[in-house]
């Protein structure tokens, strides 16, 4: 059974390891990708729901791997796959959610549940299967004792606990120091392929750690909690556009950057989880169709531009769909961010060239 907190239960059958876990409940509205999704640090402590209904089609790779495990806390799907076919298969999805001990539910009504979720908003759940089973009233009382997401620190428990190296494929161009909120492996390789070294720091790297590695730019990651909670973040980066150092930041550290810049932070009603999210760009009206996964949001409305204590700034992308902010630039200042994924594995290509302006900011900087 999934078991929401409101009380609301859907049925289904075992999948992966039997048990249960407990998160918050979110879906994705993605038709491919389900590995690097389940992979992917800011998905930690949450239940995700594939609204494709066929998953694990194409089995499990070593390759393709956004951490190193799967992050979620447990996993339902509509109609999984018997066998998986595909030449880069190594293993089934099943197979992988047992070995990693994901608690997990098969043949739920995945559409029912979605539809839940958008009219009621995310909330609190839990998978229960085997002896974990147990009377409803039990199991609700068990969801509603669980966590929040609004006010959870989640970025320190999901950071590398020591710096490392992505060095840059071919000649070296520039040198970034990239703060790890949740990094997806994608993106250090993203920014190796245009000549940039990637230095992956620990969250809580302070300012003089920065400056040591002589970086020409700095980078936010993507990450799982409530921006609000990353004060140390937002004191670091306040900090840094102090210096004018080039800084580029994606989902969370787009949040982290509207904090610095004074904007406030607030949770959406069920997200923004997928690969087919069309973005508005305020500039050029050209529409991007990107990869998302955040369930917290910047206050501001699309082409607004306000003041802050670096300078001008602008909301320089919004969503197309409900016209939240998808991105915030500096008008006078080598800074920047976006709400989506333009590392997009998998998903579509639309905002890599993103990388390309972190790299002419560095090099305008020298």
Known sequence: MLVLEDGRIFHGAEFGRTGSCLGEVVFTTGMTGYQETLTDPSYHRQIVVSTAPQIGNTGWNDEDD???????????????????????????????????????????????????VREHGTMRGGIFSGSALSAPKRMVAQVSAGPRGLGAELATQVTTCRPYVVPARGRKRFTVAALDLGIKTNTPRMMALRGMEVHILPSSTPLDEVLAIGADGVFLSNGP?????????????????????PLFGIC??????GRALGRETYKLRYGHRGINIPVVDATTGAVAITAQNHG???????????????????????????????????????????????????GPHDAAPLFDHFAQLMEGDR
Do not use: K
């Not at 969370?252 to 950057?257: A, E, R, S, W």
């Open 296 to 346: 917290f949001a910047v206050e501001g409305e699309p082409g607004e531009e306000f003041a802050t204590d670096f300078g001008p700034a602008a909301v320089s992308h919004h969503c197309a769909n409900d016209c939240t902010v998808e991105g915030l630039r500096l008008l006078d200042r080598p800074a920047f961010s976006v709400q989506f994924h333009p590392e997009s594995a998998a």
């Open 66 to 116: 956004e951490s190193q495990h799967i992050w979620v806390a447990g996993y339902a799907v509509r109609d999984p796959a018997r066998m998986p076919s595909s030449w880069r298969s190594r293993r089934s999805l099943e197979a992988e959610l047992v070995d990693q001990g994901v608690v997990g539910i098969a043949g739920v009504d995945t559409r029912g549940l979605t539809r839940h």
């Open 225 to 245: 909690g409530d921006p609000a909670t990353a004060d140390a973040q937002v004191e670091l980066v306040r900090r840094i556009l102090d210096r004018r150092i």
């Open 252 to 257: 969370f550290g787009n949040q982290i950057l």
